[in-house]
């Protein structure tokens, strides 16, 4: 079965299907998005928004089992966390091949306009007075101008179509709006001739941005777009996806982001349908607030409004659902036994008990018929209530913090390590540094400060151009990097931690116990899952051995926002130092440690 598309003005999915196997992503998932609207896609790593996104682009899904239906726009670009280049692509062939398509309708344009005039060019004159030609030669003239005016129609027409589809390209401002995009994402200045992997993740996935949005495709499919964006970047995106004339789906973490851009979020948690279930039951629109929203079949539930809106409605349901399923489970479990009991006192083949003989004594068969109305009044309730009980809510995945254990970093007091006058050329100047064990230091700065170049420094993965890297004689250091990659695909993450921590220690912190990696996944292959279930399983190998100094580049990148949050608060408790970079809005207003600024102008200066 697949998954048929068609074109439309709108992005619109209706008994959308997808399953691995035995493993079901998604089922009859439904919802439209009309142009100018942006639908934000949520939901824990791993639910399915990545998959979703390449569904709606008609981009492959290898071994998928899917089906439903599909419509969108004809132009549909999409923008994946897995980037398309090859190492040896020129940045400047990059962008001519991100407008080729704007080019393309352009040349249509020119040659339609070329047609038109060379048809009116050639248009017969006035004609004559009317009739039937009585001569052959007349005959031959009214065939000509029959045939001169259908081309002109034509002609005409294919005009209007070309002059449509390069308006809604915008042609004639492609120059103009590629300057307006790199110099807004913070790429000028790198050189258009440079190779693709010259540059670093950041600057290669913010180029893999300025290209969609170069190709201005009628449709917009975004998976964390906002990921290696800085301040002024991700302001800059922000208003040009507001001005999007055509519809835009995207698949995001960042809280201020998705309040700020989103007109409606989709929550591809499969857990999400029982809890809408109740609120409309409960005769509550599961938007609330005055918002209507839609429940997307079997799973998914539109909501209307903004995302910190949402996560309070959200936690409404879920404890109204727990309150139900509590309430449900106790009153069958009463049934039950109410039933089992009652049926036993008047159980065919057993014999009156002396009891029994005195109360029918008294009050006859009335007893009898009572007790068997109560067993059938119970036997019906019970029945129904099997039928139509809620499901149990379902047990979020939820980081259990650092483990504490035979290598925690608890032994290492005092200064661990220090940097002075450090220079990478071109990348990073610090002219001191120091990192204790109770060091938290949120490091700062725009694209291209240098924050990634430090904390390579500060692992021992990059020798600075010049001055002192100082180190404490035996320092672990742990780095999380911003792009994960394993070196075998088909290992299983359970096969891949084992082989890391060994196995005694693997035994002793069990990778399912630190709620990192859900226990379907433990040996599914790592290259089957997402980008974010993949960083989850890196976090794990680092803190599993907790190091006298742990380092995470961008932590909350690909990172479910709860996932982000029980980190941030793990790390507070963290037995060692903590060196976090990120230019995560949201992190950084809630940051309680030190800052450490990065300047790129200033060092250029």
Not at 98 to 127: K, M
Not at 412 to 421: H, I, M, T
Not at 549 to 558: A, Q, S
């Amino acid at each position: 079965m697949t998954v048929t598309h068609s074109h439309s003005s709108h992005l619109r999915a209706d008994g959308v299907s997808v399953a691995f196997g035995d493993r079901r992503v998604f089922a009859d998932l439904g919802f439209a998005v009309p142009p100018g609207q942006r639908l934000g896609l949520i939901g824990e790593n791993g639910a399915g928004k990545s998959t979703l996104l390449r569904l709606l682009a008609d981009a492959s899904l290898p071994g998928a089992i899917v089906q439903g239906r599909i419509a969108r726009p004809a132009r549909t670009g999409l923008l994946l966390q897995e980037l398309p280049f090859a190492p040896d692509d020129r940045v400047d062939d990059v962008l001519e091949a991100a407008i080729a398509e704007v080019r393309a309708i352009e040349r249509e344009f020119d040659d339609a306009a070329a047609g038109l005039a060379a048809g009116s060019d050639s248009a017969p004159g006035a004609p004559g007075e009317t009739g039937a030609p009585d001569e052959p030669g007349e005959q031959a003239a009214a065939d000509g101008a029959t045939a001169s005016a259908g081309g002109a129609t034509a002609a005409a027409d294919r005009y209007a179509r070309a002059l449509e589809a390069a308006e809604r390209a915008d042609v004639w401002s492609v120059e103009r709006r590629r300057d307006e995009v790199l110099d807004g994402l913070g790429l000028t200045g790198l050189g258009r001739s440079r190779r693709i992997d010259e540059l670093s993740g950041g600057q290669r996935s913010r180029f893999a941005l300025a290209a969609l949005l170069l190709a201005a495709p009628e449709a917009l499919l975004l998976d964390e777009p906002t990921n290696h964006l800085d301040d002024d970047a991700a302001a800059f995106l922000e208003d040009r996806l507001r001005a999007w004339r055509g519809p835009v789906v995207f698949a995001s973490h960042d809280r201020e982001f998705l309040d700020r851009v989103a007109t409606g979020l989709l929550d591809l948690d499969p857990g999400r349908s029982g809890a809408t279930a109740l609120a409309r039951q409960a005769g509550r629109a599961p938007g609330g607030r005055g918002r209507e929203a839609v429940l997307a079949a079997s799973v998914g539930t539109v909501f209307g409004g903004s995302f910190s809106e949402y996560l309070g409605v959200r936690d409404d349901e879920l404890a109204r659902w727990r309150r139900q399923y509590d309430d449900e489970q106790g009153e069958l479990k009463r049934l039950r036994i109410a039933v089992a009991e009652t049926a036993r006192s008047v159980a065919p083949g057993r014999g009156p008990s002396d009891n029994d003989r005195f109360i029918t004594h008294f009050k006859g068969e009335n007893v009898a018929q009572a007790v068997s109305r109560r067993v059938r009044n119970a036997q019906v309730r019970l029945a129904e209530l099997e039928r139509t009980q809620v499901a149990r809510p379902p047990v979020p995945l939820a980081f259990a913090g650092i483990p504490a254990g035979a290598h925690a970093p608890s032994d290492a007091p005092g200064l661990l390590l220090q940097l002075a006058d450090v220079s990478v050329a071109g990348r990073l100047d610090v002219p001191a540094l120091r990192v204790s064990s109770a060091t938290r230091l949120l490091v700062t700065g725009a694209n291209g400060a240098g924050k990634s170049t430090l904390l390579s420094v500060l692992a021992g993965r990059l020798a600075p151009d010049r001055g002192v890297v100082h180190r404490r004689r035996g320092l672990r250091v742990g780095l999380l990097e911003q792009d994960v990659r394993f070196a075998d695909p088909d290992a299983s993450p359970r096969a891949i931690y084992e082989l890391a921590l060994g196995d005694r220690r693997a035994e002793r912190v069990p990778l399912a116990g630190l709620g990192l990696v859900a226990p379907r996944d433990l040996d599914r292959p790592v290259g089957r899952l997402s980008v974010g279930q993949q960083r989850r399983l890196a976090l794990a190998l680092v803190i599993a051995s907790p190091p006298h100094v742990f380092l995470l580049d961008e932590p909350t990148n690909h990172l479910s926002l709860a996932l982000a949050v029980d980190l941030e608060e793990a790390l507070g408790g963290f037995p060692g130092a903590v060196v976090v970079a990120s230019h995560d809005r949201w992190l950084r207003r809630r940051w309680a440690g030190e800052e450490f600024a990065l300047d790129a102008r200033a060092r250029a200066a």
